[in-house]
């Protein structure tokens, strides 16, 4: 009988994990209890850094990209094989084509892994230690502090637990197992470093996605990792004081906008007038961090309006279930902003 009322528990005890990981604390915790109007902005969805069977790497096809664009209602899909841009020939308005590239010295020794898309330049897996850009910073580059790929895949301790975790869950909550992957990340950690080093490039995430099983045959479509899964993990949201035309000015957008990397289809919003930050979150149960080089500043509560002094500055946010005092339970990463300079 104590068996029979056991089993039940044993069974829930994977879901009652799943709902309260990760826990954290957060010392010296601020509410923020305001209700911000945001201003007017247009928003434009896109990913970045995506690898299909023109990389020598991933069996992707281009109407697999087509198709998970519009499911998951992206406006644009900048698309980066490995030195080569045959994908130009499939090229639609909603998608853009680059290519990455490995840098390498006279003797073969690798020094960095760069993105160009038209004149944009985009530092790659930095935090990776085989490709640590080792080159001159140029502050016009653009900087990849999120690769998605490597992010999951870097936090084995972590990752190797929420596998675990979907032995018992996937079968019975498999869209909510799957959207709740990035739990894994280890957001702060590439916050820190970022400013540890002295970056002061604008940011960007990137999926770093390669497709490894690819099976296609009548009424199959399989794919692993699918496009449609990277793409409802991470997206980029650009902010734009103005309605843009066409793809060119987009691209150009990119370089004078800001850009928030976001874990959720649903866009947080943050902007400067003068040196007062301002960050609009879509859900009631945010917590927000302020990040200098030297410093973490912590806010409970969906709204921020806060006054910056002289200095470089990351915002990130989360999202979380429920929360005891300073304990948060279920974070989930919900925002990275754009660098913040306040001169």
Known sequence: MELLILFPAILILPFIVFYIYPVKFVQNLEASDIVLEPPKFYLYSYVFHIHTQFSYDSLGKPEDVFRARDEEKINFVIITDHEVDFFKFFEDEKTIVGVEKKINDSQGKLLGDLIEVGDIKVISHHFKKKYRWRLERNEEYIFELINLKDALVENRKNL????????????????????????????????????????????????????????????????????????????????????????????????????????????????????????????????????????????????????????????????????????????????????????
């Open 160 to 343: 190797f637990f929420y596998l675990f975790l979907g032995i018992f869950l996937y079968p019975f909550a498999k869209k909510s197992y799957l959207k709740n992957f990035v739990k894994t990340i280890n957001l702060e950690k590439y916050i820190r470093n970022y400013l540890k080093e002295g970056w002061k490039n604008k940011i960007i995430g990137g999926l770093d996605h390669h497709v490894k099983v690819y099976i296609r045959e009548v009424g199959i479509r399989f794919l692993f990792p699918s496009y449609k899964f990277s793409f409802s993990l991470l997206r980029n949201f650009l902010i734009s004081k103005r309605p843009l035309k066409d793809k060119k000015d987009f691209l150009n957008a990119i370089k004078r906008e800001k850009n928030v990397i976001s874990f959720s289809n649903k866009p947080t919003l943050f902007w400067l007038e003068e040196s007062t930050l301002y960050v609009y979150s879509p859900f009631p149960r945010t917590l927000i961090r302020v990040f200098s080089k030297n410093n973490v500043r912590s806010f409970h509560g969906s709204n921020l309006k806060l006054k910056l002094s002289k200095g470089t500055y990351l915002v990130c946010g989360y999202t979380y279930a429920f929360r005891i005092g300073r304990f948060f339970f279920g974070l989930k990463p919900l925002f990275l902003s754009d660098l913040i300079k306040i001169n």
